[in-house]
């Protein structure tokens, strides 16, 4: 079963916009990151947060981390048309739990 | 190109017939991991290997499915007696995760489509 939620399921936005996607879980993690995918295609990802980080920034992307919330955003600033995919937040468990558990993921269109 | 290759991209069975898959991971990463994925969800962890050890196998795996990783290398995912439930993109990703680093992050590759008709 998926780990948990993200909302909202789709978001459309204007380029030049900022775009915010959020995602909630429900067990003790050790990471949360985040994967973004093309239509039909594979995952690729976008950033990682340690469970004892509470923001992190790379490039365009910024995500927070809330673990007495068990939630997590993620910012894309200054959206472009290419950043048009789903984006998906995944929880990488505690020691002995090694799988990633991924969210139901937001579909983001960036209209040009 | 170095990234995980999977094949077929594309594989379209009848009910009942056996199928199998292949996934090449990165050639220095040591994890391998099997997701099945199905249309507007996100991806649902299938098993994982560390070399050619098989470490966690999810409940989604009934008896039909096998999995295996015989020299730490490529990989195969096995259905047998296919059904239509089993209709869903199949994703392999690696990492080097257990060769003492602290790294997280996985690398997939494209995918196979499966339609069970």
């Known amino acids: 079963s998926q780990q948990g939620e993200e909302d909202p399921q789709a978001l459309s936005i204007q380029e030049g916009e900022n775009a915010t996607m959020n995602c909630s879980y429900k067990t003790s993690i050790n990471n949360l990151q985040w994967y973004r995918q093309n239509s039909g295609r594979g995952l690729v990802h976008q950033i990682l947060?340690?469970?004892?980080?509470r923001e992190k920034h790379s490039g365009r992307l910024r995500v927070t981390l809330d673990t007495s919330k068990k939630s997590s955003s993620l910012l894309i600033t200054a959206s472009r048309a290419a950043d048009t995919a789903s984006y998906f937040c995944?929880?990488?468990?505690?020691?002995?739990?090694?799988?990633?558990?991924f969210g139901t993921g937001t579909r983001l269109t960036i209209i040009p | 190109d170095t990234g995980v290759s999977q094949n077929p991209r594309h594989k379209i069975t009848k009910r009942g017939q056996n199928v199998t898959f292949r996934c090449d991971p990165i050639s220095e990463h040591n994890r391998l991991y099997w997701y099945r994925q199905t249309l507007g969800q996100g991806p649902e962890f299938l098993t994982y290997f560390q070399n050619e050890a098989q470490l966690e196998k999810s409940r989604l795996l009934s008896d039909r499915f096998s999995a295996e990783r015989p020299k730490g290398s490529f990989s195969t995912l096995e259905i047998q007696r296919t059904e239509q439930g089993d209709s869903a993109m199949y994703l392999c990703?690696?990492?080097?995760?257990?060769?003492?680093?602290?790294?997280?992050?996985?690398?997939f590759g494209p995918g196979t489509r499966l339609t069970v008709t």
């Open positions: 990703a690696s990492s080097p995760r257990g060769q003492g680093l602290a790294t997280y992050e996985q690398y």
């Open positions: 947060i340690r469970s004892n980080e």
């Open positions: 995944a929880t990488h468990g505690v020691f002995g739990n090694e799988k990633l558990t």
